[in-house]
């Protein structure tokens, strides 16, 4: 009977003809009642940013006021976790619903002399499904699933519009010669040589604003996959300028400043890395700001859901210091790595009058969750075969209804191979898997232990016969991503 309740109003929040006139900023009870238009989707990707990196997460020695404020208008995710811990497997789980046992994308491969690996042409993404239920469907920022006019390619996989980066590693560098606007290669004068005309994020966030201007009397689905604040580390100088000299001792990094791998995925030099790293925080956050104010200038906030949240644990590269912002929280690892500071990231959902203000959830949820839950939200059907669970339930506050994973995967094809499992709040944790096939798994209580401190696995034999079970049937083979001794070009 609670099943049937729910659908009943999925269908008023979907269907609704009755527009919704009370002020939703002051309601703190959700409602069903929308506009007759479906509701629009923005899913803000942020790059490299850590679990701690947001001050609504923890973070104490800089603010992040617009995402506190969608915190504030929305619900928090204190579960949710990336496709994987790197950046093109991440987006391959995200777009396809498929973890990396059964995602396409699996790893960082590289294509020269630009773009990685590509996802099929058979592949059924969430852009697609969006595309084919009447919704505009734009992609603005870093791209890594396919090199230009490949069958990964942006424009062949569901996004009516693409500017930004299509390659991943030169998305390295903030003052790019030149960036994709859908098929043509858009040069940036300003930054030929070694000059600095032009900072790309800011020119890709203008373009990104332009998009909900043209599409703002239709429903629209906007991927916006920042590259911030990914190295290397670069910012304005306004935003230099307001966080100079607060952040020290500052530790001068030395990157590739010349030569023929200038401006190809190297770093450049940066003076004052602890500055950068705050003020391209506080730029993406400043472009949030923007994003949600262009949504209420329009009069189309009150329809449309923006989630924001990052696409692994926090970075080392570049300048980078995690540790000194804390910025993988109280967990343990970085990028790259399978305990939960790689994987486990921030995630904030908001929907005016949909979500209740100020909630908090501790569902744990993944990447491939999002695929069956926009889904969801647009009122079509999720594909069938998919890892992912939709969380409409939770947003909606119907938590009761809400199903659950038996268990979440990951597999990781650098450094040795790795892999990982979350069963209900065990952890195990595999690593130099290519080493042989009776690698030890290390097992972490969650309940007790968040920060994987305590190997468990003696203790409890049971549960590790059970994780040997779900390691070995958890992926199917791939030819391209074998999953055994070979080489990635790591790209991020």
Same mark, same amino acid.
């Given at each position: 009977?609670?099943?049937?309740?729910?659908?009943?109003?999925?269908?008023?929040?979907?269907?609704?003809?009755?527009?919704?006139?009370?002020?939703?900023?002051?309601?703190?009870?959700?409602?069903?009642?929308?506009?007759?238009?479906?509701?629009?989707?923005?899913?803000?990707?942020?790059?490299?940013?850590?679990?701690?990196?947001?001050?609504?997460?923890?973070?104490?020695?800089?603010?992040?006021?617009?995402?506190?404020?969608?915190?504030?208008?929305?619900?928090?995710?204190?579960?949710?976790?990336?496709?994987?811990?790197?950046?093109?497997?991440?987006?391959? *789980?995200?777009?396809?619903?498929?973890?990396?046992?059964?995602?396409?994308?699996?790893?960082?491969?590289?294509?020269?002399?630009? &773009?990685?690996?590509?996802?099929?042409?058979?592949?059924?993404?969430? *852009?697609? *499904?969006?595309?084919?239920?009447?919704?505009?469907?734009?992609?603005?920022?870093?791209?890594?699933?396919?090199?230009?006019?490949?069958?990964?390619?942006?424009?062949?996989?569901?996004?009516?519009?693409?500017?930004?980066?299509?390659?991943?590693?030169?998305?390295?560098?903030?003052?790019?010669?030149?960036?994709?606007?859908?098929?043509?290669?858009?040069?940036?004068?300003?930054?030929?040589?070694?000059?600095?005309?032009?900072?790309?994020?800011?020119?890709?966030?203008?373009?990104?604003?332009?998009?909900?201007?043209?599409?703002?009397?239709?429903?629209?689905?906007?991927?916006?996959?920042?590259?911030?604040?990914?190295?290397?580390?670069?910012?304005?100088?306004?935003?230099?300028?307001?966080?100079?000299?607060?952040?020290?001792?500052?530790?001068?990094?030395?990157?590739?400043?010349?030569?023929?791998?200038?401006?190809?995925?190297?770093?450049?030099?940066?003076?004052?890395?602890?500055?950068?790293?705050?003020?391209?925080?506080?730029?993406?956050?400043?472009?949030?700001?923007?994003?949600?104010?262009?949504?209420?200038?329009?009069?189309?906030?009150?329809?449309?859901?923006?989630?924001?949240?990052?696409?692994?644990?926090?970075?080392?590269?570049?300048?980078?210091?995690?540790?000194?912002?804390?910025?993988?929280?109280?967990?343990?690892?970085?990028?790259?790595?399978?305990?939960?500071?790689?994987?486990?990231?921030?995630?904030?959902?908001?929907?005016?009058?949909?979500?209740?203000?100020?909630?908090?959830?501790?569902?744990?949820?993944?990447?491939?969750?999002?695929?069956?839950?926009?889904?969801?939200?647009?009122?079509?059907?999720?594909?069938?075969?998919?890892?992912?669970?939709?969380?409409?339930?939770?947003?909606?506050?119907?938590?009761?209804?809400?199903?659950?994973?038996?268990?979440?995967?990951?597999?990781?094809?650098?450094?040795? &191979?790795?892999?990982?499992?979350?069963?209900?709040?065990?952890?195990?944790?595999?690593?130099?898997?290519? &080493?042989? *096939?009776?690698?030890?798994?290390?097992?972490?209580?969650?309940?007790?232990?968040?920060?994987?401190?305590?190997?468990?696995?003696?203790?409890?034999?049971?549960?590790?016969?059970?994780?040997?079970?779900?390691?070995?049937?958890?992926?199917?083979?791939?030819?391209?991503?074998?999953?055994?001794?070979?080489?990635?070009?790591?790209?991020?």
């Amino acid at each position: 009977m609670k099943q049937l309740l729910y659908f009943i109003l999925l269908g008023t929040l979907v269907f609704s003809c009755k527009n919704k006139e009370k002020n939703t900023a002051e309601t703190t009870e959700p409602t069903t009642e929308i506009s007759n238009a479906k509701p629009n989707i923005v899913y803000i990707l942020a790059d490299d940013l850590g679990y701690g990196d947001l001050s609504s997460y923890g973070q104490k020695k800089f603010n992040t006021p617009h995402i506190d404020k969608l915190a504030e208008k929305g619900m928090l995710f204190t579960q949710h976790y990336s496709g994987s811990t790197v950046c093109a497997p991440s987006r391959s *789980a995200l777009l396809t619903g498929m973890h990396t046992g059964h995602t396409v994308v699996r790893g960082n491969k590289e294509i020269m002399p630009e &773009g990685q690996y590509p996802l099929p042409d058979n592949t059924f993404t969430m *852009a697609e *499904a969006m595309q084919k239920a009447g919704y505009a469907t734009g992609a603005f920022g870093k791209w890594g699933l396919g090199f230009p006019g490949s069958e990964g390619d942006p424009l062949n996989q569901g996004f009516d519009t693409f500017f930004g980066y299509n390659c991943q590693r030169l998305g390295h560098n903030y003052y790019p010669d030149h960036l994709w606007a859908n098929k043509d290669s858009l040069v940036l004068k300003g930054n030929l040589g070694k000059n600095k005309g032009t900072y790309a994020p800011g020119l890709i966030h203008e373009k990104t604003l332009e998009f909900i201007e043209l599409n703002k009397d239709n429903p629209f689905f906007l991927y916006v996959a920042s590259i911030i604040p990914h190295a290397e580390l670069a910012a304005p100088e306004e935003f230099m300028e307001k966080n100079r000299g607060k952040f020290p001792p500052e530790t001068p990094y030395e990157g590739v400043d010349d030569g023929p791998e200038f401006n190809q995925g190297p770093y450049r030099s940066q003076k004052e890395p602890h500055t950068a790293f705050v003020s391209m925080v506080q730029l993406l956050d400043a472009q949030v700001g923007e994003i949600v104010a262009k949504l209420e200038e329009l009069g189309i906030a009150d329809n449309t859901v923006v989630v924001f949240t990052s696409d692994n644990g926090p970075h080392t590269e570049g300048g980078a210091d995690p540790e000194y912002f804390d910025s993988n929280g109280p967990f343990r690892g970085t990028k790259r790595d399978l305990y939960e500071g790689g994987i486990r990231v921030p995630m904030i959902a908001a929907w005016p009058g949909k979500i209740r203000p100020g909630s908090t959830t501790e569902l744990v949820s993944a990447f491939w969750d999002v695929f069956p839950t926009f889904s969801e939200i647009a009122g079509i059907e999720t594909p069938e075969g998919l890892d992912g669970i939709s969380f409409l339930p939770t947003l909606l506050g119907h938590e009761d209804l809400q199903k659950n994973h038996e268990y979440l995967y990951w597999e990781f094809h650098e450094k040795g &191979g790795r892999q990982a499992i979350r069963k209900d709040n065990w952890k195990a944790v595999k690593y130099d898997v290519f &080493g042989g *096939a009776d690698v030890a798994i290390k097992l972490y209580d969650l309940t007790t232990d968040i920060g994987e401190q305590n190997n468990v696995a003696e203790k409890n034999p049971e549960v590790i016969k059970e994780m040997k079970t779900l390691f070995e049937n958890a992926r199917t083979p791939s030819d391209v991503f074998t999953f055994s001794q070979e080489t990635y070009l790591d790209s991020k």
